[in-house]
């Protein structure tokens, strides 16, 4: 691997850590009480920034938890940052513990179904799904309502997180 590589692995694994940093503190069965500053709110959604041990500067997040309506012990957080090398942007989902990591992480919004993303890895506060978000994901996220997180405990029985997109766009913007 090449210097360059090495740095550009290392800014990852800094933006990881942070993303996971601003979960560390709540488990994923609430929602997150973030660490790191909040830099601006845009209705439902927050950018939150934090410079991590080791980072060059300062790294920032765009996020949102949720609870089941049906299950108030039951919580999920979205976070949207940019790759090390700006060239993409990543959703990542912290689910709780215990979800069927073969069934993946559904998302549907406004009732349209968009697809399934894997499960990564879990860690001590949550299951980690990870896509990078394609300008069509983005779009769709912008001009929606509401995007729905489905967590599946059984492959029968999923389990919805509706998340309102009021502020997304804005938010999506405000990111550095």
Known sequence: MTTTGKANLARQLHR?????????????????????AVRSVHNDWQVRCDTPPGAQGEQCA???????EDRANVGLTVIV?????????????VAPLGVLLPSGLGLKIDNADIGRAGFVRCLQNGCIAEVVMDDNLV???????????IIFQTPEEGIGF???LKGFPEGYDKLP
């Open 139 to 149: 779009k769709k996220l912008r001009a929606g309502q509401t995007a729905t997180f």
């Open 162 to 164: 509706p998340m309102s």
């Open 62 to 68: 765009l996020i949102q938890s949720v609870t089941a």
């Open 81 to 93: 940052l940019k790759t090390a090398d700006q060239k993409s942007r990543l959703m990542r989902v």
């Open 16 to 36: 990881f850590a942070f993303a996971l940093g601003l979960l560390a503190s709540s488990g994923a069965a609430t929602p997150a009480t973030a660490q790191g």
